[in-house]
């Protein structure tokens, strides 16, 4: 059994899709055992609550430094010994002692066809907003292994999604979510779990 801890900064819809996920049966063999936040209003920690999680936050506010947050965060992840950690819209800059600590085993999500519309400063609406302003015709999401870069670790799983003419940041970001987002991030959580991804990328 996959054992995995989930990261995430805000509502949690990617956080739902993998607990859909998994009492749906289309994620195999892992369970969410840790919701990590940084924000304490999240509401990502009432989905985990609901699914009988435990929802814990930490915040980098509350450390006299970054160091400190960071030492705190890597104890708490491995309080838990995880196999999988996910990262889920977690606004956050991962330690990077933690990515050395868990080499492939730190996935991310993100909103766009990855090299497009990624690296510092692309997250959230603005992912969406370049997009529209670029005037591409697809854009999508990325699973990917996190490395000490940004957006820059090896794809798992990719899945375009149209653009549509009338589109504004919003609908398309929402549009990519449950099109893309929310299908392609449960599938890798369940290819890692049932060996069909090992660390390095997929399986042929």
């Known amino acids: 059994m996959l054992r995995v801890g989930v990261l995430v900064s805000g509502g949690g819809t990617n956080l739902q899709a993998i607990f859909d996920g998994i009492s749906q049966g289309t994620i195999r063999n892992a369970k969410v055992e840790v919701v990590i936040s940084n924000n304490a209003s999240a509401y990502a920690l009432e989905r985990a609550k609901n699914h009988g999680v435990e929802a814990l936050c930490l915040s980098p506010k509350a450390y006299e430094s970054r160091e400190a947050f960071n030492r705190a965060l890597l104890e708490k992840i491995d309080a838990y ?31 766009s066809l990855i090299p497009s519309f990624c690296g510092v400063g692309y997250y959230g609406l603005k992912v969406h ?42 609908t398309l970001q929402q549009r990519v979510m449950e099109q893309a987002e929310w299908v392609i991030l449960p599938k890798a959580i369940d290819m890692i779990a049932n060996g069909e991804i090992y660390p390095g990328g997929r399986k042929d």
């Open 81 to 111: 010994h995880l196999d999988l950690i996910v990262l889920a819209g977690f606004l956050v800059t991962i330690p990077a002692e933690m990515i050395r600590t868990y080499p492939n085993r730190i996935i991310n999500i993100h909103p």
């Open 129 to 170: 907003e370049a997009a529209l302003a670029r005037g591409v015709k697809l854009t999508g999401a990325t699973v990917h292994f996190v490395d000490e870069g940004v957006d820059s670790g090896p794809i798992l799983l990719q899945k375009a999604v149209e653009v549509q003419p009338q589109d504004t940041p919003k």
